[in-house]
């Protein structure tokens, strides 16, 4: 599920790795399991 909608993303928005990875990081903080998820 996941996968599909960041790869959308990054195709659409053309972010590439880094972008990618910015939202996997925005992705998993807002599921409280990032390094800032406490």
């Given at each position: 599920?996941?996968?599909?909608?960041l790869?959308?993303?990054?195709?659409?928005?053309?972010?590439?790795?880094?972008?990618?990875?910015?939202?996997?990081?925005?992705a998993?903080r807002?599921?409280?399991?990032?390094?800032?998820?406490?």
């Amino acid at each position: 599920m996941f996968d599909a909608e960041l790869a959308s993303l990054t195709a659409i928005g053309g972010l590439g790795t880094a972008g990618l990875v910015d939202l996997i990081q925005t992705a998993a903080r807002l599921a409280g399991r990032g390094p800032s998820g406490g």
